[in-house]
């Protein structure tokens, strides 16, 4: 897309007066949903900030400035954005790898990937990945968050280690050296608490009853638990000092699969937010647009890479959220506990926000939906299996990458068995028995049904090859759905391999794209030069009585289908 398609689509991306008409309708029900939201995002938001290796600090960063920008700029009215579990799992090895000044160039490098990927139209196309893929990762992530917990709801240091599962392991060591109960109890209780509570009351917020709870009993029974720690007043002034120009090669990699995860799980949440609602429709390009905008700013200010969050729109959705003012609202409100109760914030026990995780993580895999998908076709439970395993084992994006590319090869694979050639009988017409026997004997016709391209045409090649004995072969094309580069080169093989075999090969039925892909590959050029293609296959049938009954293997043709193949030459 060059400069100026660029500036020519800006406007379509760029906030309007149309985004707003919703919030003057019911401002009231905006602003209760947003501070629901606010009430659920808080523990969560110094969770996955912890959890990611910048601190509580960061993911309220993030909540905040990706949550109101993501809000205006985004393609959604409904979405909520901030720190996700999900990128989580991306940032901890950066973390390891790069210290948080690389996640920070990370996270700043992803929102210009997502502003380009929103320019050049690539939203739409979120739709394709399959269902197997998607519940695959988000189940190996629940995993993958799970393990991230260990060390904090053990009250452990969390050992060094490149995988999350050797962290965990690491960490299980350690306590069972030197074991001390009051953390994972109140992790447990904590988790306990959540899930119990969201069966019996799903409106009531348990997660921060939860941690508040655990947070006074630390306090009251100055219980020995690691803390936040003190968190600053305000947000942290904008600042670019992290950004290395020589450290953008390195982290390219890193960036892009951050952008692709960002783009992919915002989009499957707008999804989400549509279903849930009525008469909602989001803009694809403009979200990956708002999270690009959300990507730039959160960094500069030292938050972590933020996506739209499912759990918190679907608390939106829930709590009657109308437009953009309750995502707005629930930033605002957050920005308020940082303003005005940081310090109570910072004595928050690191124990609680893991059993928050650890609560949401088993809330985060549908057993029922895994279920069905395991049981609907082998190849799904196959892309389930494998997508779950890579990314427990590796990573998120190499999962979706592999799983990815195995739906595509199993999708493939199913399409080219639709694909089929078929001996068909000959037309009787006006012939005699004895003719139609002898006819029967010297040709043969054959019909294509279904795609003829790449990973179906060496199929054909083979049965094509296989043809003997006759004296003529008709190929009817008028059923090819697909014909490709590939199967178009496999189809002249197969043509030529009879012909050198004293086979005449005659041609029927071909579409006028079919023909253009045949005629640019320069693909049995002497059929058309030698009058060898056809409109339709009676007239190729009659055509090849005439060559029979020039071989004396036939009587003389008769004056229909010696007109017709007179009409046909003359054509």
Same mark, same amino acid.
């Given at each position: 897309?060059? %400069?100026?398609e660029?500036?020519?689509r800006l406007?379509?991306?760029? +906030?309007?007066?149309?985004?707003?008409?919703?919030?003057?309708?019911?401002?009231?029900?905006?602003?209760?949903?947003?501070?629901?939201?606010?009430?659920?995002?808080?523990?969560?938001?110094?969770?996955?900030?912890?959890?990611?290796?910048?601190?509580?600090?960061?993911g309220?960063?993030?909540?905040?400035?990706?949550?109101?920008?993501?809000?205006?700029?985004?393609?959604?009215?409904?979405?909520?954005?901030?720190?996700? #579990?999900?990128?989580?799992?991306?940032?901890?090895?950066?973390?390891?790898?790069?210290?948080?000044?690389?996640?920070?160039?990370?996270?700043?490098?992803?929102?210009?990937?997502?502003?380009?990927?929103?320019?050049?139209?690539?939203?739409?196309?979120?739709?394709?990945?399959?269902?197997?893929?998607?519940?695959?990762?988000?189940? #190996?992530?629940?995993?993958?968050?799970?393990?991230?917990?260990? +060390?904090?709801?053990?009250?452990?240091?969390? +050992?060094?280690?490149?995988?999350?599962?050797?962290?965990?392991?690491?960490a299980?060591?350690?306590?069972?050296?030197?074991?001390?109960?009051v953390?994972?109890?109140?992790?447990?209780?904590?988790? &306990?608490?959540m899930?119990?509570?969201?069966?019996? /009351?799903?409106?009531?917020?348990?997660?921060?009853?939860?941690?508040?709870?655990a947070?006074?009993?630390?306090?009251?029974?100055?219980?020995d638990?690691?803390?936040?720690?003190?968190? %600053?007043?305000?947000?942290?002034?904008?600042?670019? #000092?992290?950004? =290395?120009?020589?450290?953008?090669?390195?982290l390219l990699?890193?960036?892009?699969?951050?952008?692709?995860?960002?783009?992919?799980?915002?989009?499957?949440? &707008?999804?989400?937010?549509?279903?849930?609602?009525?008469?909602?429709?989001?803009?694809?390009? /403009?979200?990956?647009?708002?999270?690009? $905008?959300?990507?730039?700013?959160?960094?500069?200010?030292?938050?972590?890479?933020?996506?739209?969050?499912?759990?918190?729109?679907?608390?939106?959705?829930?709590?009657?959220?109308?437009?953009?003012?309750?995502a707005?609202?629930?930033?605002?409100?957050?920005?308020?506990?940082?303003?005005?109760?940081? %310090?109570?914030?910072?004595? $928050?026990?690191?124990?609680?926000?893991?059993?928050?995780?650890?609560?949401?993580?088993?809330?985060?895999?549908?057993?029922?939906?895994?279920?069905?998908?395991?049981?609907?076709?082998?190849?799904?439970?196959?892309?389930?299996?494998?997508?779950?395993?890579?990314?427990?084992?590796?990573?998120?994006?190499?999962?979706v990458?592999?799983?990815?590319?195995?739906?595509?090869?199993?999708?493939?694979?199913?399409?080219?068995?639709?694909?089929?050639? =078929?001996?068909? +009988?000959? =037309?009787?017409? =006006?012939?005699?028995?004895?003719?139609?026997?002898?006819?029967?004997e010297? $040709?043969?016709?054959?019909?294509?049904?279904?795609?003829?391209?790449?990973?179906?045409?060496?199929?054909?090649?083979?049965?094509?090859?296989?043809?003997?004995?006759?004296?003529?072969? $008709?190929?009817?094309?008028?059923?090819?759905?697909?014909?490709?580069?590939?199967?178009?080169?496999?189809?002249?093989?197969?043509?030529?391999?009879?012909?050198?075999?004293?086979?005449?090969?005659l041609?029927?039925?071909?579409?006028?794209?079919?023909?253009?892909?045949?005629? &640019?590959?320069?693909?049995?050029?002497h059929?058309?030069?030698?009058?060898?293609?056809?409109?339709?296959?009676?007239?190729?049938?009659?055509?090849?009585?005439?060559?029979?009954?020039?071989?004396?293997?036939?009587?003389a043709?008769?004056?229909?289908? &010696?007109?017709?193949?007179?009409?046909?030459?003359?054509?």
């Amino acid at each position: 897309m060059n %400069p100026r398609e660029v500036l020519r689509r800006l406007p379509d991306l760029l +906030p309007g007066r149309s985004d707003w008409v919703a919030a003057r309708r019911s401002p009231g029900r905006d602003l209760v949903a947003g501070l629901i939201v606010a009430v659920v995002a808080l523990p969560l938001a110094l969770a996955f900030g912890v959890s990611s290796g910048l601190g509580a600090q960061a993911g309220l960063v993030t909540a905040i400035v990706a949550g109101a920008l993501a809000a205006v700029f985004g393609g959604s009215n409904l979405q909520v954005s901030g720190p996700t #579990g999900a990128m989580t799992v991306v940032l901890v090895p950066i973390v390891h790898l790069y210290g948080s000044g690389g996640v920070l160039m990370v996270g700043l490098m992803a929102g210009l990937v997502l502003l380009a990927l929103s320019t050049l139209r690539v939203g739409r196309f979120a739709r394709f990945l399959p269902t197997s893929v998607t519940e695959g990762f988000t189940a #190996g992530i629940a995993v993958v968050i799970a393990l991230q917990q260990i +060390p904090a709801a053990l009250g452990v240091a969390a +050992p060094d280690g490149e995988k999350v599962w050797q962290v965990a392991a690491s960490a299980l060591a350690r306590f069972a050296a030197h074991p001390a109960w009051v953390a994972p109890v109140m992790a447990l209780a904590v988790a &306990a608490l959540m899930l119990t509570g969201a069966r019996l /009351r799903p409106g009531v917020p348990f997660s921060l009853l939860g941690v508040a709870a655990a947070t006074l009993g630390a306090q009251v029974f100055s219980l020995d638990v690691a803390r936040i720690g003190t968190l %600053p007043a305000g947000l942290p002034a904008p600042s670019l #000092g992290f950004f =290395d120009p020589g450290m953008v090669g390195t982290l390219l990699p890193s960036a892009l699969a951050v952008a692709a995860l960002a783009a992919l799980e915002s989009l499957l949440c &707008a999804t989400v937010a549509d279903a849930m609602s009525v008469g909602e429709k989001h803009d694809p390009d /403009r979200e990956l647009f708002g999270q690009g $905008i959300a990507n730039l700013a959160a960094p500069v200010l030292g938050g972590v890479p933020a996506t739209a969050a499912i759990a918190r729109t679907a608390v939106n959705v829930r709590a009657g959220a109308r437009s953009r003012l309750a995502a707005l609202t629930h930033a605002a409100v957050l920005a308020g506990i940082v303003l005005a109760a940081g %310090p109570l914030v910072g004595r $928050i026990p690191l124990a609680a926000l893991a059993g928050v995780l650890l609560a949401t993580t088993v809330r985060m895999v549908e057993v029922g939906s895994l279920r069905a998908l395991a049981r609907a076709t082998r190849g799904d439970a196959v892309v389930l299996a494998l997508t779950f395993i890579v990314t427990v084992v590796f990573d998120l994006i190499t999962a979706v990458a592999v799983g990815l590319g195995l739906a595509v090869v199993l999708a493939l694979r199913a399409v080219a068995r639709t694909s089929r050639l =078929d001996q068909v +009988p000959l =037309d009787a017409g =006006d012939h005699s028995a004895e003719e139609q026997r002898l006819l029967s004997e010297h $040709i043969v016709a054959y019909r294509f049904d279904g795609p003829l391209f790449f990973a179906a045409a060496h199929r054909f090649l083979l049965e094509l090859s296989e043809v003997a004995d006759v004296r003529v072969v $008709i190929l009817r094309m008028s059923r090819i759905t697909t014909l490709d580069a590939t199967g178009a080169h496999i189809l002249g093989d197969a043509i030529t391999r009879m012909e050198r075999r004293g086979i005449t090969v005659l041609v029927s039925g071909i579409k006028p794209g079919h023909t253009q892909v045949l005629v &640019a590959l320069g693909v049995a050029d002497h059929l058309h030069r030698d009058g060898l293609v056809f409109p339709d296959t009676p007239t190729a049938i009659a055509y090849a009585r005439t060559l029979l009954h020039h071989h004396g293997l036939l009587p003389a043709a008769t004056p229909q289908a &010696a007109s017709a193949v007179t009409a046909h030459r003359r054509g």
